[in-house]
């Protein structure tokens, strides 16, 4: 039985900072919607929100006029209080991390059967964001091309550049969270980091912020077949590299030193089931890996629901259900993402050129 092929809006843009918010913001209906979501979730009224979202464009500003002037643009194009698009952009920031569990990978020579790099993840988020989620297509006046798969009015979540940079990543728990202290939100240092020249770069945009007290995963690769991964918390860094050629990560701590502070085992404990899965499940295609390969591992239902292909648990509160709500693998070299739109049991993996 043929799936789906379910294709997601494609947000074209191309400009200025100012020009390509104004140009996303006008194609992007959803952005009151998303909002509202995200509003409710956090518990907040209007006013709350908004000043919730006040307190973090001094550290927005001071990191990048740039993506200032974007989310301003966003903000007039969809004609839309300014601090609405920032708090958008903050949604982790505001203690949201419950709503978001990940499984990403990269791998390379020697793991893939051409050498080259494939990278990208399974991403897990409660339903309702299903219905959310865009495809971004920017050409900036300067600098690499971009093309993300985001949430409406979010400036950035995963994605592949010109250059050959690829950006995955993951929501962390530790015990320190102070999230609601300001600071630069993890949304604008990967949106910096997706608009960087080299990984080399892209991993100076992730250590240069003045984080906010979050915690979040951030695995980069180059087309050059370099993969660094970062467990950021709001004063540390932990670097990981590839073993034969990939890495798996999910929603835990592997840094030794950033162990302890980890609570993943209150929120998801099926964080440490998904990431030695995939990784089983990639040693055993090693040098054999490949675009197809990667379509089949990332349906794998192992530990279901709570799988690499996550479905939604009918025995827990519906506050709490998640999915995969879109499946990723990224080929720079080809400069295409390959997307399915929802589970990638029950959905085809479509094209999507840079």
Sequence with gaps: MDRPKRRLKVIEVAGTPHEMGLQYGAQCQEIDKLFEILRQAAGLDQGAALL??????????GYSPDIMDELRGIAEGARVDTRQVVFLN?????????????????ASAPA???????????????????GMLVMLKMKPAQ???ILALTMAGM??????????????????????????TPGVPHMIWLRQAQASVNIGR????????????????????????????????????????????????????????????????????????????????MEKNHGKISVEVMKGLLQDHNN???????????????????????????????????????????????????
């Design 90 to 106: 903050i949604w982790y920031e505001l203690g949201l991390r419950g709503f978001a569990g990940c499984t990403s990978y990269a």
């Design 202 to 281: 892209a991993f100076g945009a992730i250590a240069g912020a003045k984080r906010s007290g979050v915690a979040v995963n951030a695995l980069l690769g180059s087309r050059q077949g370099d993969i660094v991964d970062i467990e950021v918390t709001p004063n540390d860094l932990g670097i990981l590299y590839p073993n034969r050629g990939f890495i798996t990560h999910s929603n835990h701590f592997y840094t030794e030193r950033l162990k302890p502070y980890d609570m993943i085992g209150a929120i998801y404990p099926d964080s440490i089931i998904r990431s030695q899965r995939l990784a089983e499940l």
């Design 143 to 145: 600098g690499p091309r």
């Design 304 to 354: 279901h629901p709570e799988s690499i292909c996550r479905h939604l648990d009918p025995e827990i509160p519906a506050s709490l259900r998640m999915k995969t709500v879109a499946s990723i693998i990224s080929h720079p070299k080809e400069q295409k993402m390959y997307i399915a739109w929802g589970n990638p049991c029950e959905n085809e993996y479509l094209e999507y050129q840079l």
């Design 112 to 130: 893939t059967r051409d050498g080259e790099l494939i990278a990208g993840q399974n991403f897990d988020q409660m339903p309702q964001m299903e």
């Design 52 to 61: 919730a979202a006040e307190k973090f464009i001094p550290y927005i500003q």
């Design 155 to 180: 400036v950035g979540l995963i994605a592949i550049n010109s250059a050959g940079v690829t950006v995955d990543g993951n929501f962390l728990a530790h015990r320190q969270f102070t999230g609601f």
